[in-house]
């Protein structure tokens, strides 16, 4: 066996410089991850010269101060969520003039001017509820 210098160290290591935040953060969370995505966190940290858990760290730092929710199905369901609310609103507006409309024709035999242009927007507002519908089909195919 070869004689060691007790100055170097038995093998070779790789010095490393991260800067240190002083004082240290007081705050962990716990991810539980599948074995997947566990190797993707560290593939993608050994690629941005961090540890796994200081890669996660500033991803999921980075998502929220933008204010961007993890990416995916449920990003594309919000938003068709959001169309149906707005398709909601629409409907109930419509009816509420439907309801001025019949009154006013009660009153004088006559419907209002705005009645046509009333109508026009509820088939507007049904042919765009029929195509967030169709999306939502899709998606739960």
Known sequence: ??????????????ARHRAHNRPARPHAVLLRLSDEEKAAIE?????????PTGYAAKAAVAAASAGQAPGGVN???????????????AVAMFGN????AAAAFNANGR?????????????????RLDEVI???DRKLR
């Open 97 to 100: 003039n439907v309801n001025q």
């Open 75 to 89: 990003d594309d369901l919000r938003d068709l969520q959001h169309e149906l609310f707005a398709a909601r609103r």
């Open 111 to 127: 419907l209002p001017d705005w009645a046509a242009e009333a109508v026009r927007l509820c088939t507007t507002a049904l042919v």
């Open 1 to 14: 066996m070869a004689a060691m210098d007790s100055d170097q160290p038995a093998w070779p290591r790789k």
């Open 134 to 136: 169709s999306a939502i």
């Open 43 to 51: 593939a993608a940290a050994a690629a941005a010269q961090l540890t």
